[in-house]
């Protein structure tokens, strides 16, 4: 089997983890080789403050929805949105 890791000679992610949890990146830092890349974002994501008891409810209508909390809000603040803007 191929290297995984040329540093580390693991041949298996398993390894790989056990190597990086017992070494220091600074240990390292000259056997490593610069990396190139493009991050491209493409949401942004805003936090709004939910009461507790409200996040408690939001969260047991989720899970018997099979989502996330999240998603079910997303969702329906997505319709709320949507009927307002009809409106207008």
Known sequence: MQNKSSVSKAKSYREIG???????AGE?????????FTVDLQRDV????VETSLSSKLRRIAETKGVSAETLVNF?????VNQEVAKN
């Open 18 to 24: 056990e190597y990086r949890d017992a070494h220091d």
């Open 28 to 36: 390292i830092w000259d056997e490593t080789e610069e990396a190139n």
């Open 46 to 49: 805003f936090y709004y403050a």
């Open 76 to 80: 329906w603040l997505q319709e709320k």
